[in-house]
């Protein structure tokens, strides 16, 4: 009886692990060439612009950034010899397990002489053929991409006018879409403009350059790592500019945008940030006005006159430092100056201005910041490491949790100046603006 047991087991068992341990081996096999043909066209291709164009992939359940693969792929070109040694290694271990005979391989490796001979003639026909089909599919794409702009810039010509006109995005858009079809056009024509800080786009600038950097987004991974970062990020280097002006601009809560409301940055606590850093940043004349903030703080600044007056503040708190090595400075560049680096209108999540990270001796200089109807909310307005000229703070409200213990509008024993006017400023209970609808 136990015998025939055992045969029945037998005969069951020993097929079952022979096909088993096949399966298994395919699939190690299986695993083993993707994961070193993966490694091995990494390592060699360096696909860094491309997963630059193709992230942050997005799903239901999670997001992958740019910075998380980036450091991979930056490891292997770091040790670039080893990965390749490694992948090819795991491609020949994937096969060579499968190996049974050793006179076959021993056939196939005779063979491979002729095989290697022809091959390049076979390769060359192979990318003529590739070469042809490829270039024939790039030939008719760049005629249908070349209709599509001249359809698209018929589209967008009223926008382009009202916009030479001096008109917001915003008000251009509303104007169009009053009651007619030009709507939709405008919605084409806002989809293929080129982003512009004049035009009221997020992104990171490098004053004076009225387009954003797309090396330093790159490098910042803007919007790569947090897809719905909105951010107007102005970074300062050592060109003089003359004017940096934004106007009537919403930040941080204040408004809602296709039906959702806004929000600040993950990990940022800043609405507005005007940050000199470690070179800190020379300005002639910096005039803050008609501004809503949550709190407004002015710490380590040098002034040679500071007006601060008709501000209503949920809780005041000014000292009045003074200096008397502060001149009253205007900054000049000669032919060498920016000229103007300016926005009206629109929504972001911040505004940041500050140098360049990279920046460790010279300070960035600006001759006028003006920063004048801006409505922010769910975060604080910082000024900080700045020397001034003249510095105005006026008409603005400031404020947010319905308490004057807590002090919403704070300078700081750090800002030092030669002449102060402080005047007519009230502190007044209030809470943050309401958000702004759609």
């Not at 070109?77 to 994937?94: E, T």
């Not at 000229?339 to 001759?367: C, F, H, Q």
Request: aromatic letters at 10%; glycine letters at 8%; charged letters at 20%.
């Amino acid at each position: 009886m136990s015998k025939k047991i055992w045969k029945t087991f037998k005969d069951f068992a020993v097929p079952f692990l022979k096909g088993f341990g096949s399966t298994t081996l395919k699939i190690l096999t299986l695993l083993s060439v993707c994961i070193g043909s993966l490694g091995l066209a990494i390592t060699l291709i360096n696909p860094v612009n491309l997963w630059w164009t193709i992230s942050p992939i997005e799903t239901r359940y999670f997001v992958i950034g740019y910075s998380l693969v980036i450091e991979y792929l930056e490891f292997v070109q770091a040790y670039y010899w080893y990965s390749i040694g490694l992948s090819a290694s795991l491609i020949v271990f994937g096969y060579s397990i499968h190996i049974r005979s050793i006179k076959a391989l021993y056939e196939g490796i005779k063979a491979s002489p002729r095989a290697l001979l022809y091959s390049p003639i076979t390769i060359y026909r192979e990318l003529v053929e590739f070469r042809d089909w490829l270039f024939e599919k790039i030939e008719y794409l760049n005629g249908e991409s070349a209709k599509w702009r001249r359809f698209f810039s018929v589209l967008k010509s009223p926008y382009s006018l009202l916009r030479s006109f001096g008109l917001s995005p915003q008000l251009a858009i509303a104007v169009l879409g009053i009651g007619t079809a030009s709507g939709a056009a405008v919605g084409v024509a806002e989809v293929i403009q080129e982003r512009s800080f004049a035009n009221g786009d997020a992104g990171i600038y490098l004053a004076p350059q009225n387009l954003p950097s797309e090396e330093l987004e790159r490098e910042l991974a803007w919007r790569k790592d947090n897809p719905s970062d909105n951010t107007l990020r102005v970074i300062l280097n050592e060109t003089p500019v003359e004017t940096l002006s934004i106007e009537s601009v919403n930040l941080g809560t204040s408004f809602a945008s296709n039906g959702q409301p806004s929000a600040l940055p993950t990990g940022t606590t800043e609405a507005i940030l005007i940050d000199g850093n470690a070179t800190r940043i020379e300005v002639g004349k910096l005039t803050f006005s008609r501004n809503s903030c949550k709190t407004l703080s002015l710490t380590d600044i040098n002034a040679n006159k500071v007006t601060i007056k008709d501000n209503q503040a949920d809780g005041l708190s000014i000292y009045q430092s003074a200096t008397s090595t502060q001149p009253n400075l205007r900054v000049s560049g000669g032919n060498y100056m920016a000229d103007l680096l300016e926005t009206k209108g629109g929504t972001y999540d911040r505004l940041w201005i500050a140098p360049l990270d990279s920046m460790t001796s010279s300070k960035t200089r600006v001759n006028t910041i003006l920063l004048d109807n801006i409505v922010s909310s769910g975060g604080t307005c910082d000024l900080k490491k700045l020397d001034i000229g003249e510095l105005i703070i006026q008409f603005n409200r400031i404020g947010g949790d319905l308490s004057l213990t807590t002090k919403a509008f704070s300078v700081s024993s750090t800002v030092r100046s030669a002449n102060w006017d402080v005047a007519g400023n009230i502190e007044v209970l209030m809470g943050e603006v309401e958000r702004q609808p759609d």
